[in-house]
């Protein structure tokens, strides 16, 4: 792509506070009009690249673009950003017209402009009947609809969400994940979200940059990172995986990994991965069936033995913790309630089941989990 084509670049860009690399030597593209999230544990650096984005911190060393321009060493107020944070930061004494016109009063931009373009960010967020409320009458998913209104009432090139849904519960949560995305679509404007909540990631985002230790380990659409992690950091923060290691051998040109009698783990491409190498495999837990003893897996399945250790009943899904010895390890098995009338017909602790999935679930993974090369993701 074409620097035009980028609402934001960031470009070898470094963040040290002493000693401490926050964010190390990062290069990394986010499109205009995408919903783009920065996504990863405490400490990672997502919310100090998106203080540098806003203007907030100075990187140390590289260069930040915002739509072609380097703006590393511009102050805020002229940058075209504008950032939502969890706790609102809305004036307790101005009522919320008020507090979403602020930002274009301080422009001096005329009394009619400034009434209908408050009037149409109140109604893009569904508060428009409530303009003369103060925020202390609002609930918190109000709240932070009207800081929403705020930032876009400015038309900013790019709007940066620092965990804006944080404070509020899950129910909400979720509720203002869906109105986000849909805000999202109205206004075409891009978006950068941090977070550490994986599914609040994939719920909204258009793509997602998995940070580690100031790096990005991986950046990819949501269903690429679940379906295709590309490090073992990315398959177990992004949802649950089970890992399994082995020395690889051959049968029928496919890589099997062998466990003893009848128990087996299949992966494509062995030329890839010459017989006697060890290589390192995820999958995830609702790829996996349950099998009583006497029943017959596929023949192209993989197929190990195990015993349940314990039994989680969710409602829609049952999470069973299954003992596998042939690794001396522990598998996480998800399956639906699909065919479940009550707690008589699930797994009990102590049954003894053979775990199978095809082949085609497993996901080679690199035999280091170290972050990946920092040139430009795109």
């Known amino acids: 792509m074409s620097g035009e084509d980028y609402a934001i670049r960031l470009e070898g860009v470094t963040k040290l506070f002493g000693d401490l690399r926050a964010v190390d030597d990062l290069s990394l593209g986010i499109r205009r009009g995408e919903f783009f999230s920065l996504l990863g544990p405490s400490g990672c650096g997502k919310t100090t690249c998106l203080r540098m984005i806003a203007g907030f911190e100075e990187p140390s060393e590289g260069s930040i673009y915002l739509e072609g321009t380097d703006v590393a060493r511009l102050p805020p107020y002229r940058r075209n950003v504008n950032t939502v944070f969890q706790n609102y930061a809305l004036f307790p004494h101005l009522n919320v017209e008020k507090n979403v016109a602020f930002g274009l009063k301080r422009k001096k931009l005329p009394k009619a402009e400034i009434d209908k373009r408050v009037h149409d960010a109140l109604q893009m967020v569904e ?26 009432v400015n038309l900013p ?5 620092d965990e804006p849904l944080g404070a509020l519960d899950l129910k909400l949560r979720r509720q203002m994940q869906l109105e986000l995305k849909h805000i999202h679509e109205s206004v075409g404007i891009t978006f950068i979200y941090v977070t ?51 020395r690889v051998e051959s049968s029928n040109g496919m890589g099997t990994l062998s466990y003893g009698e009848n128990q087996r783990v299949i992966f494509g491409r062995p030329q890839d991965h010459p017989v006697g190498d060890i290589v390192s495999l995820s999958v995830r837990p609702e790829k ?30 049952t999470q069973y ?58």
């Open 321 to 378: 913790k299954i003992d596998v010895p042939a690794l001396h390890s522990q598998f996480t098995v998800l399956e639906q309630n699909v065919q479940v009338a009550s707690d008589k017909t699930l797994w009990v602790p102590g049954e003894e089941t053979i775990l199978t999935w095809h082949p085609y679930h497993n996901r080679v993974l690199p035999e280091q989990a170290t972050a990946e090369s920092t040139e430009e993701v795109a």
């Open 127 to 152: 508060l428009e009947d409530r303009g003369k409320n103060k925020p202390t009458q609002l609930s918190g998913g109000m709240q932070q609809r009207v800081a929403l209104a705020r930032a876009l």
């Open 157 to 161: 090139a790019v709007l940066l969400l």
């Open 288 to 317: 996996i069936r349950l099998l009583e003893l006497h029943e017959e897996p596929p023949e192209e399945n993989c197929v190990l033995k195990g015993i349940v250790r314990d039994v989680v009943y969710l409602g829609m899904t």
């Open 196 to 246: 550490h909540d994986q599914e609040e990631a994939l719920t909204m985002s258009d793509r997602i940059a998995v940070m580690r230790q100031g790096r990005v380990e991986q950046v990819g659409e949501p269903e690429e990172l679940y379906e295709a992690p590309a490090t073992r950091f990315v398959a177990g923060f992004i949802g649950v995986s089970n890992f399994i290691e082995g």
